[in-house]
């Protein structure tokens, strides 16, 4: 959990400090909602519930968000103005598409197929979790370095190419269950694949933004 209390003055923070602040809360977002998705595999609807509600009601970023954005315009930088709103623009619309999927998630207790199901759901959530962890130690390597950057950027595409391997298979596993196409479990479990991978592509794109960025500014370090 990220603790604002005890960090810093945030008036008295870096840009970067306060970028990098804002990408760990939303980090520790996600790992609450790859959390509530495992409590759902494992149905304890309870929990599911307690992590997806945090994740739709907590708004901690919001007061590292307001103390960028009134230094953000008054600062003399090297990474141009525009790219840093960027990249905070970028890391806001995790957020944005983890509370879509968590609100998504909360329309139905569902109950998966079965044990293989199962499983790779976990694997993915796997991938997922990872991606996660290692976007947020790039966004705090821009700043200080950027080779490490673009190569942890470019572990993030591989372990999204692998997310996309399994995403296939469980599609294919799901259109072959004997099912109502129409029913809400089949609906649920096909959107909340699609759901996953919507938040893994987007953290891929944002991935290969900072990669861009490395290559743009490497000369000017």
């Not at 005890?6 to 970067?16: P, Y």
């Not at 520790?28 to 409590?39: A, P, R, S, Y």
């Amino acid at each position: 959990m990220i603790d604002l209390d005890k960090k810093k003055s945030k008036k008295k923070m870096s840009i970067d400090d306060l970028t990098q602040m804002f990408m760990d809360v939303i980090n520790d977002q996600n790992l609450k909602l790859i959390e509530g998705i495992e409590f759902l595999i494992k149905e304890d609807f309870d929990n599911f519930k307690k992590n997806l509600e945090y994740v739709i009601e907590t708004q901690t970023e919001l007061e590292v968000k307001k103390a960028f954005e009134e230094k953000i315009f008054k600062s003399k930088l090297i990474f141009s103005k525009a790219d840093r709103l960027k990249v905070f623009s970028k890391i806001n619309d995790i957020k944005a598409i983890g509370e879509f999927l968590a609100n998504k998630m909360l329309l139905y207790k569902v109950v998966f197929p079965d044990d293989d199901f199962k499983l790779q759901i976990e694997l993915i959530l796997k991938y997922l979790k990872q991606i996660s962890i290692d976007l947020a130690d790039a966004v705090k390597s821009i700043g200080s370095d950027l080779t490490r950057a673009h190569d942890i950027c470019e572990n993030i595409k591989e372990e999204r190419r692998k997310m996309r391997n399994i995403e296939w298979q469980l599609l294919m596993r799901l259109w072959n269950y004997d099912m109502d196409y129409l029913s809400r479990t089949f609906l649920y479990l096909k959107e909340l694949i699609e759901g996953i991978m919507m938040l893994a592509d987007h953290m891929k794109k944002f991935a290969e933004y900072i990669q861009f960025l490395a290559t743009k500014y490497f000369y000017f370090k």
